[in-house]
């Protein structure tokens, strides 16, 4: 009967089309939908809209008729660390620079996996520094700095 | 011009030292990539896109190509030593190659898939010199409107060989195609979906799109089943095929070898759907076929010949009409986008140094991959048996760093999170990530196309349907979607994604 315990898939994914699609329809009413011969820059996004919704209310539709396979397993330690880690490493580059944002973006990613060691990790961290230090920084001029300006010019 | 003009001076670009260089490196950094469980073509792409930004095209084009299909023989290399197929491509060399390597053979699987792959590269490198040049000229006249149904039936051939639910699939195109769009409107110049955010008024960028979606969500989903290890094989002892062995893989490389052309020319296929139909053609035709599935030398040599063939002639709607067969075809036309090329048929005719150098390269870095990974094979089996606990934190920190330099901005490191977020409930949801990337990079041109073809018929919609070649292509589209909703079809497909 619930069709979120039966067919979490389509139920979910019929939701996100339908938000989507509704959400792209609202923030761009003022963009101008213009004529079929000359169409704004609301015409596409309009059409492409209303088939995001009309396929996310079959696939609504549908999960309340057929059951579907479950979602199964998430990895909510992998995926929380991963994301996290890449957010803070975004957050950091610049201000903290390349010799201290790297190994936090190794150790906390590594540290999704379920044979985390710290000695490994470490390792890992030093190397991958190092490598990508000499690499982008000093091989291809990438501008990021070693340390960065938090710590002065 | 003649065609001996053009290859000679294809041969006169592709031989100079420098693209020599850079084609090698490609081939190189492509296995070395590739190899590694988990990392698919597109990953490695994404991954190695920034490096090439810096090089004049026609290098950042070769180079690019050597990846692909250093990155899609290093898979292949995966899946016979780990089982562990690191594309959809090389799913099927793994059933029979893991096989083979269980009894020994791993060296000779592996020869086989270097000698199966250099041949169909070969014919599959003639036949893209051969049809581009007439199919591009033909293209030469198409109007908007032509293009825009072009659009359209790659778009849902691609679906045809999506995993999972159509209906998701077809949602993930339009749900493409929208983000696309974001960024300022060419025409009216309409900032669209950017939230004041001004570094969005240039359009998401697609190397933060697919290293998101095919990077960290890969990464992610790796993570949930990481106490499955399978057994690496890591003993090579010998490579060549015997005199029995080679007598029972012409057959099949050369049969390979037509069926992934034929098949790898279609929009939406690329490579997979030739490995695929070329296994299962063989086991019916082979008479051998009670081996398949336990270790048969066929099973390995027509698979590989006919994935390779694919990846060559995948490059003809991407070279000729600007339409990309696959996600990493549209990482290309992004690639070709950024180096200030206008992708389409005028491509060969204006660009025929770029045409013809990339082509002839693409036959050069086929004879590096044998070169760089018989000898070599060593090497690539100690690179396979990295273990995936420190392999993932490294590719973390090339996507960062790589998305970052793009536009030297932290906004792009965010908004690669965000997608690798999206990109992990998609899976989580059976939302097959490819057709999005599709759409992604045709929505802009998808939506000119159809402003032009609309005001060419004072906004009649009817022209779509009007002109023979534009209707053609929506019937076929139509038909695609057809075949793909039939029950009977759909059956078939899961149980071959599954086999």
């Known amino acids: 009967m619930n069709p979120i315990a039966r ?101 906390i990613s590594a540290y999704a996996s379920n044979r985390f060691s710290w000695k490994y990790a470490l390792a890992l961290a030093a190397g991958v520094t190092v490598f990508c230090i000499l690499v982008f920084q000093v091989g291809l001029g990438v501008p990021l700095p070693i340390f960065g300006s938090w710590f002065g010019d | 011009m003649g065609l001996i003009d053009n290859i000679g001076l294809g041969f006169s670009v592709a031989l100079s030292a420098i693209n020599l260089l850079y084609c090698l490196a490609g081939v190189f950094l492509g296995t070395l990539i590739g190899v590694l469980p988990g990392l698919g073509p597109t990953a490695t792409i994404a991954m190695l896109l920034p490096v090439t930004f810096t090089l004049p095209p026609v290098s950042a084009l070769i180079m690019l190509s050597g990846i692909y299909y250093g990155s899609q023989y290093g898979g292949s290399t995966t899946s016979i030593l780990v089982n562990v197929p690191g594309e959809a491509a090389s799913v099927v060399t793994a059933l029979d190659g893991y096989q083979m390597a269980l009894k020994g053979r791993a060296g000779v699987a592996l020869a086989t898939a270097a000698i199966g792959s250099f041949f169909a590269g070969t014919v599959a490198t003639v036949i893209l010199a051969l049809f581009a040049p007439p199919l591009a000229e033909i293209a030469l006249k198409f109007g908007p409107a032509e293009f825009f149904s072009l659009m359209v039936l790659g778009l849902l051939a691609s679906l045809v060989l999506a995993r999972g639910s159509l209906l998701h699939a077809t949602g993930m195109v339009v749900l493409g195609l929208l983000l696309g769009l974001v960024g300022a409107d060419v025409n009216t110049g309409t900032q669209r979906y950017t939230f004041g955010i001004p570094q969005l008024a240039d359009g998401i960028g697609f190397v933060v799109v697919a290293m998101g979606m095919f990077g960290l969500a890969e990464v992610i989903r790796n993570l949930e089943n990481e106490d499955d290890r399978p057994t690496i094989i890591s003993k090579i002892t010998t490579l060549m095929p015997t005199k029995e062995d080679w007598k029972r893989i012409i057959g099949p490389i050369l049969r390979g070898t037509a069926i992934g052309s034929a098949l790898g020319i279609l929009p939406g296929s690329g490579s997979i759907l030739g490995s695929f139909a070329a296994y299962a053609i063989e086991k019916k035709v082979s008479k051998n076929s009670a081996e398949f599935g336990k270790g048969a030398i066929e099973g390995v040599a027509a698979p590989e010949s006919a994935n390779n063939a694919g990846a060559q002639t995948s490059f003809i709607p991407m070279l000729t009409l600007g339409i990309p067969s696959n996600p990493v075809m549209a990482l290309m036309i992004g690639a070709m986008v950024i180096q200030g090329i206008q992708p389409g048929p005028s491509v060969i005719t204006e660009q025929p140094a770029l045409f013809w150098g990339i082509i002839v390269s ?124 039939l029950p009977m079809f759909y059956k078939k497909r899961e149980e071959t994604f599954r086999e």
Not at chain 1, 11 to 28: E, N, Q
Not at chain 2, 374 to 379: I, K, Q, S, T, Y
């Open chain 2, 362 to 485: 693409m036959w050069i870095g086929n004879l590096f991959l044998v070169i760089l990974n018989l000898p070599m094979v060593g090497m690539w089996v100690k690179i396979v048996s990295v273990p995936y606990q420190y392999l993932f934190p490294a590719i973390l920190v090339f996507c960062g760093i790589g998305v970052f330099s793009l536009n030297n901005t932290e906004f792009d490191v965010y908004l690669m999170a965000l997608f690798g977020l999206v990109g992990y409930i998609f899976v989580k949801l059976d939302c097959e990530p490819a057709p999005m990337l599709l759409a992604f990079i045709l929505g802009p041109m998808m939506e000119e196309y159809m402003r032009r073809a609309l005001l060419l018929s004072r906004g009649d919609p009817m022209i779509f349907l009007q002109r023979p070649i534009s209707a053609t292509m929506l019937a076929l589209a139509a038909l695609a979607i057809i075949v793909a909703s």
């Open chain 1, 7 to 107: 067919n979490a898939k389509d139920f979910w994914t019929g939701i996100i089309y339908i938000v989507v699609g509704g959400a792209a329809i609202i923030l761009g009413r003022d963009y101008g939908l213009g004529t079929a011969m000359k169409m704004g820059s609301a015409y596409f996004p309009v059409i492409l809209s209303g088939l995001l919704i009309l396929i996310g209310s079959l696939s609504v539709i549908r999960s309340f008729i057929k059951p579907g396979t479950p979602v199964g397993t998430v990895a909510w330690k992998g995926l929380t660390m991963i994301i996290g880690a890449t957010v803070l490493f975004g957050f950091i580059v610049r201000g903290a620079g390349m010799a201290i944002a790297l190994p936090l973006l190794v150790i």
